[in-house]
């Protein structure tokens, strides 16, 4: 074994054990905000995974992406709806801890099993094009990967359009083509809250 | 031991797959919608890394792979931006971000 391999034994056993107690802390901890911090690690960890598979483009747009965009904005969520509640018991949440629980081990130890006794024929990284990589993505978005990456573009537009749609808070009281008053029932109102206590 | 000369793809899986797995018991049991949404982020970048590790091991000449990720980041992006709106306008209606809460569409 060179020195080299070992470096990245070492560097892919940290981040692993990072990504995974890192998910397990998002998932498990009492406090959101908590979460929300460890998720940013988990997102940077991953990051150096796509380092150590030589491609530093996509570690790049995973940090600047996930934990410049995403992570800021699920902060910035929990900033506006953090309040601390009472949160009613459950009567069965011990059954459903323990069915889901077991859901989730099956299907890992299924993935784990696959995993371990497929034969993979596979070419070894070694003779990867590293560097080139970015160019190899650029002339691929620009050829074969034209229409999604427009389309791409288009869905950006329109997540953008609706969550502004979705989120904003003013009403009109007069339809503005009919000139009726808007059903309020459909639309939130500005003061009192529509659907609480109904339960 | 005996030696390597990479890393085997087989430990790539692994975490991948443990990571989807941590995602869907945080999907199934969180209280909380921002978790919920959290979770859903960690199953997309399991998925991710699975794609990354079969293009740097299969397909290391076109990588056609990252190109899948940077898409599936993209959507990622848009999902998470729409997903937090959809909470923000619920956390209005309900004023609570408790899944239990949400069943109008329950019979």
């Known amino acids: 074994m060179s020195i080299a391999i070992t470096t990245q034994i070492i560097c892919f056993t940290i981040l692993s054990l990072v990504i995974l107690i890192g998910a397990l802390g998002v998932v498990l901890l009492e406090s959101i905000v908590y979460s929300a911090f460890l998720l940013g690690g988990v997102f940077m960890s991953v990051a150096g995974l796509y380092l150590l598979l030589n491609a530093s483009f996509v570690a790049a747009a995973q940090v600047l992406v996930y934990v410049g965009a995403v992570n800021v904005l699920i902060i910035f969520a929990i900033m506006l709806v953090n309040k601390k509640e009472d949160l009613k018991p459950i009567n069965d949440i011990k059954s459903r801890r323990i069915i889901s629980t077991s859901i989730c081990l099956t299907l890992l130890s299924l993935l784990i099993r696959v995993d371990l006794t497929n034969v993979w024929s596979l070419s070894s990284p070694q003779n990867s094009i590293g560097e080139e990589s970015t160019i190899r993505i650029g002339e691929h978005l620009f050829s074969d990967y034209l229409l999604p990456f427009e389309v791409a573009s288009v869905l950006l537009l329109m997540a953008m359009i609706g969550a502004i749609v979705l989120a904003r808070r003013d009403v009109m009281s007069k339809d503005i083509s009919t000139g009726l008053p808007v059903d309020q029932e459909l639309i939130e109102k500005s003061s009192e809250p529509l659907l609480t206590n109904k339960n | ?107």
């Open chain 2, 1 to 107: 031991m005996m030696s390597l000369e990479s890393i085997p793809i087989q430990a790539f899986l692994i975490v991948s797959s443990a990571l989807f797995c941590i995602g869907i018991w945080g999907l199934l049991n969180s209280r909380n919608a921002v978790r919920v949404l959290m979770s859903i982020e960690l199953m997309l970048n399991a998925v991710n890394i699975n794609l990354m590790a079969f293009s740097s091991y299969v397909d290391n000449n076109l990588i056609q792979g990252q190109v899948f990720t940077i898409f599936v980041i993209t959507v990622a992006a848009a999902e998470a931006a729409v997903g937090l709106a959809i909470l923000l306008s619920l956390y209005r209606n309900r004023v609570t971000v408790d899944m239990e809460s949400f069943n109008l569409l329950k019979w």
